[in-house]
C-alpha cells in the first residue's frame, strides 16, 4: 500500500478509524451515535437551517467528509457538504414529531456515503418547532452534538446563510500523527490494550438468555429530587469528589449487589477538542475499580475518585477495539458492558434567541448492555437507564432505578458503614417481596402420616389401596400389614426415633412397611437394592440404622456384609397384629433420606412427620384429590418424592398403583401401564416425561400431571400442558420436605424459562445475597426456604447442618434451608429458577449455566433429549459438548447442522457448544436423571478438519498475510491472532482477490476460516441469483408468510410482523427505508411455512420458539425438497428461478404468494445460502 494519497483525501484519526469499524459490525451498529434536540417556540424555516447547517460544515471539516475505501484503507473524502434532512413539512402531535425525531436519532449513518451530520425539522400543532441534531461519534459525543445544535441556533438567528465550502478552502483540523495508516509498521501496530480489560462478563439478572439483541436498547427515565441531590452534594463536598463520581460509585455498588460481580468495566466518555474545533471524536475511557463488600462508603467513594485522576493510566475503548484478537463470544465488541455518562445540566435554554425546551429522545441503540446517563442541575438529577433489549425490559430498568435511588439514600445516609450493608430495596419492592415469600402455617395441623391414612382405613376399609399389576390390597389389608409389621417392630426395641433401614423391591406391600415402620415409633431409611454395595453401605452406618428390613432380593452376602441386624420382610408378616399405639409426634423424625453430597458422600436429611404431612395434604388440597382417584407411583423409595407418590393417594381415600422398577424404566412399559390403569394424577422425573415422549406416548386429556426433581425445559412443560388435563410444576429439595413451590401451568404461553410458581401452604421463601441480605425483585440470589418443612438437618453432620440450616434474618427463632439453587422473584410474583451454585462454571471470562444451554436445545423440535458437560480442567481448555438424543433414531451430520444454528440464534456465542455427540439413549442414574458423570467420562467428539476445502485453505493463508501470525491458532476456541484492523485488511484481500463483497461484520460473525469460508460461498450464490424485483409499492405486504393451519390470532401476526421487518433491516443494514410494516399470512397447499433461506431456517425456527413461547403459536419451518431429476414441477407450483451447486438446488414459488413482492423461502437441509442470499434479494428492492 502506498503513503501517496490525493489532497482532497485524508487519513482517520485512529479514533475515527476504529468508529468507522466499529460501525461495520453488528455489535455497535446504530450504537455510536448521538442526537441533541429542543423544542423552539414559534416556527422555523427549513431552509434557514439548512443554510446554518451548511455554515456549520464550513468551519468543522469533518462534517461535510465521509467514508471511501481506496485500496483497501479507509480514507476520509469530501462530499458534497449536505447533511441528510429530516423535515416534516405538516405540523403534528408533539408525540407523533417526538415518534419521528427518535426513529430519526436511531436510524443508522451510512458512513460511506453520507456525512456523519443530519438535522431535523418538525413543526409541532401549536406553534412550536422540534429540532434536532444527530452526530456520529466518529464526528463528537453528546457534549459535541449540544454545541453544534447551539451554534446551528446561533447561525440561524444571523440568517448567515454562507455558500457551502469548496475543496481546500479550509485545513485539515484535527490530524492524529500517532495512526499513518493501516499497512505501515510504525502504525498502531504496537499499541497493545492494558490488561485491565479481562474482567469478569457480567451475567445479567434478567436476561432472557439470547445475549444483547444487535445494540438495540430501550429507555426508561429517572430523576432524583432536589431535596436528595442537595444530600448528595452535600456528601460530595464533605468527602472531596464531585457528583458524578459518588453517582458512578454507586452504579458500581447497585450492579455489586444486582449480580455479585465486584469487579466491572466501566465505559465513561471523554471529548479532546483539538486545535480550535470543538469537533473532535469522542472516546471511552475504561474505568476499573475491584470493590470490596465490607469497605466503608466513604472509603470506596474515594476509592473511586482516585480511578477517575489516574485515567491517564486506564486504557481507552477504541484503543482495544483496534487490537485485541476477536473471538466468537465477543464479536468485535470490548467487554464494557456497562456505560455512565454525566453532564452538567444546562439552564434554561434558548435556540435562535427564543424560548426553547430540552428534549431527550428515547435512543434504540447503544454500545453498552447497561448504560446510567444522568444530567446534574439545580433543580435535581435527572437521566436515563438504557438496556440491550433481550437482556433488560422496561420493568427492569424502573426498578433498578428505585433501587438506585434507594441506595443513594443509604450511601450519604450512612457514610461510614460498609457497603454490603446499603439497603437497595425501595419501599413499594419490599412490599411486593413480603407479599410474595408467603408466611402462611401449615395445614396438617398435629396430625401426622399415620393419622391421615389411619382415617381411611376406619371409614373405607374395603375401598382397594395400593395396586400392583394383579394385586389388589385394600385399606384393610393395608391396615392388616401395617399392624403386623409395626407389632414385630416393637419387639426389636429399638429406642423411639431409631432409624430402620429399608431395602426391599418395590411390592405392593412398600407402603404398608413404611406405615408400619411410622406405627413403630421409628424412622425409615429407605434404600434402593440397585445402588452399589459400597453405597448401601455407607447409608447403614452413618444413618446409625439398628436393623435393616430387607425382603430377600439381595443375596444374603451382600445383605449380611451391612453389619447391621437384619430383619425378614415375611417374619414382620407373619407376626401377630397388634393395637395401633399412640401416633407419632409431629415433630418426631419420619425418616431419612440420602442426597448426593458436594463431598462426594451421601448426605442423610432427617424429615419430621410434620413436614411430611404438610406437604401431603397441601397437595391434596391443590390438587383437589378425590378419594375415587389413583395415583400411579414410579420413582424409587431411595428418591424423596416417592414419599408423595406412595401416600397422597392413601391420605385422600384414593388409590395408589405400583409401577415395578422395570417398568418406570422403559418408556413402552410405561405406556403399557397407563393404557391399564388410566391413573388420574401421576408424578415424575423431566427425564421419564421425556422417555415417554421419546416412544411415542401421545398423553392423555384426563391425566394430572406433575413434574419436579430436575429443570423442566419450556418445550417440555409445553408438551404436558397440551396433552393431559393439568401439568404441576414443582420444585424443593428433599430438605424441605420433598418440595416446596408448586403452580399448575396455564394453557398460555410459557417464557424462556418455565416458573415454579409459589409456596405451599406453610413453607416461606426469601432470596438473599452473598452477605445474607434479600435481593430486590427480579434480582437473582441464592433461595432459601424456611417453614414446617424444613428439615431437621444432616444425621451425623453438625458442621454441615449449621452450614446449610441458618436462622432467618427476617425472624426470631425460624430457621431457613440454603438451597445453593439461583433464583429470582419474576415481577408477576412467581419464582424463577436459574440454575445452581455449585454447576456454573467459567469459560475464558464468562459465567456458563448448562441447565440454560439445554433448555435452548430440547427446544429444537427434532431433539427427544440433550446434556451439556464442560469438559477440560485449565480455563483456556474448557469447552462444551452437547448430547443429543435424537426423536428420530438414526439422525446424524445433518440434524447436528440445524441444532448448531438453532443455538447460535437463541444463546449467546459464548454460550454455544463447540461440539456435539448423537446418543441412542442417555444413561440415567437410579433416581431418573442423566448420569452427567457418565456422559463426562465418554470420549469427546473430535472436531472434523477442514484442511481439504481449499477455501477454508485460503481463508486461514490470508489471515497469516494480513495477522503476521497462525490464524488457525486455538481456531477450535475461536481465538484468531487477527484483531479488528486485520478482518479490514481480510475483507480488501477477499474483495480484491477473489471479487466477492464480503463485509466486515460477515468476517467477525463467522469468527474462524471455516465459517468465514462459508460466508464467501454464500455471497458467491447470492451473486448467481437473478434478484426480485419490489416495485416499492406500500400498499401491498412485502412480507409474506404461507401457512396451511387455522388462522393465527392478530398477536402473533404482529410479532411475525415485527420479527422479518427487523430482520430485513439487519440484512440491509437498515438502508431501506420504506420495507412495509404488514405482513400478510396466505394459505398453502400442504400447509407447508415458507419462511427462510438455508441457515436462516434455523433463525426462523428460534423466531418460531420463541412466539410459541410467548404467544402460545408459531410456524413450522420446513425443509422444501429439490425438484425431481426429471426437473417436473408440481402442476400448482411455477417455479420463479432456480440456483444450483452441486447437489443444492434452491427454488423460489410463486405459488399462492403470487401477488406478492418478497417471498421468504425455505430451501432443502443441505443448502449453503445463508443472510447473504437474502440480503440480496432485499436489495434488488426498487
Known sequence: MTDDISSSERRPTANQLALYLAEQTAFWAGGLQHCRAVLVAGDVVPSGVAAACAGLQRRHAMLRRHFRDV????????????????????????AAALAAAAADASRRFDLDDQPAIRVGVYPVEGGSTLVTLVVHAAVGGRDVAARLLAELGERYRTRVAEPLWQPGDTPWIGQDDRYPGLGTASGLDGVAC??????????WPAGRGRGRSQGRSITTAWSLDDGHTALLRRFADRVGVSVATVLRCALRILLLRETGERDILIGSPKHTRTGDTDVAPEDIRLLRHALSA??????????????????VDHPHALDALLTRPL?????????????????????APTWAGRAARDIELPVSHSPYELELDVAVGAGGVVGAWRGAVGLFDEQTLDRMGRSYSTLLHELVQTPAGPISELDVIHPRDRARLAEWEATTPGVSGADTLVELVGRWISGTPGRPAVVLADVVHTYAELDDAASRIAAALRTVRLPAGSPIGILVARRVELPAILLGVARAGLAAVPMDPDHPAERLSYIVGDSGCGGVITDGTLPIERVAALGVPVVSLSDLLAADPAPVGPPPHPDSLAYVLYTSGST??????????????????????????????????????SFDIAMLELFLALVSGGRTILATTAQARSGAQLQAVLARHRPDVMQATPMTWRILFATGWPGDPELIVSCGGDVVTPELASRLVACTKEFWHTYGPTEASMYAVCERLPREPQLSIVPVGRPLPGAWLRILDAAGSPVPPGVIGELHIGGVGVARGYVGAPGQTAERFVPDPTGVGRRLYRTGDLARWRADGRLELRGRNDRQVKIRGHRIEPDEIESVLNGHPDVAIAAIVVTGRDRDSRSIVAFLQPRQPGAGQELVSRVSAHARHVLPAYMVPSSYALMSAMPLTSTGKIDR???????????????????????????????EGDAGRHEDRGQFAGDLRSAWKLRAHVRRELGVPLRLGDIVAASTAAGQAQRIRQHRLAADAPPLRWSG???????????GEAPWPAQAVAELERWFKVAILDLCDGRPQDVPGRLATLDAPGGTVLAAYGELVATAAGCA??????????????????????????????????????????????AAAADADLVLLASDKDAAIHWSLLACVVAGMG
Open 71 to 94: 485500496d483497501g484503507e479507509p480514507l476520509l473524502v469530501p462530499g458534497d457538504g449536505r447533511p441528510v434532512e429530516c423535515i416534516s413539512a405538516v405540523p403534528q402531535p408533539l
Open 194 to 203: 492494558a490488561e485491565p480489560l479481562a474482567q469478569q462478563a457480567i451475567a
Open 294 to 311: 465490607h469497605a466503608s462508603v466513604v472509603d470506596t467513594v474515594r476509592s473511586e475518585h482516585r480511578i477517575t485522576a489516574s485515567s
Open 327 to 347: 473471538r466468537p463470544e465477543r464479536g468485535a465488541g470490548v467487554e464494557i458492558q456497562v456505560g455512565f455518562r454525566c453532564d452538567t445540566a444546562a439552564g
Open 600 to 637: 462426594g458422600r451421601p448426605k442423610g436429611v432427617a424429615v419430621t412427620h410434620r413436614g411430611l404431612a404438610n406437604c401431603l395434604v397441601a397437595t391434596r388440597e391443590l390438587l383437589g384429590f378425590q378419594p375415587a382417584q389413583s395415583l400411579l407411583a414410579v420413582t424409587t423409595i
Open 933 to 963: 458423570a457418565a456422559l463426562a467420562r465418554l470420549e469427546p467428539p473430535r472436531h472434523e478438519g477442514a484442511e481439504s476445502d481449499p477455501e477454508v485453505r485460503w481463508v486461514r493463508e490470508a489471515w497469516r498475510r494480513v495477522a
Open 1033 to 1043: 409499492r406500500t400498499d401491498r405486504p412485502a412480507l409474506v408468510l404461507l401457512q
Open 1105 to 1150: 420458539h420463541d412466539l410459541r413461547e410467548r404467544i402460545g403459536v408459531g410456524p413450522k419451518v420446513l425443509a422444501v425438497e429439490p425438484p425431481a431429476p426429471s426437473g417436473a414441477h408440481p402442476p400448482e407450483h411455477t417455479p420463479q428461478w432456480v440456483v444450483s451447486r452441486d447437489h443444492t438446488v434452491l427454488r423460489a414459488w410463486r
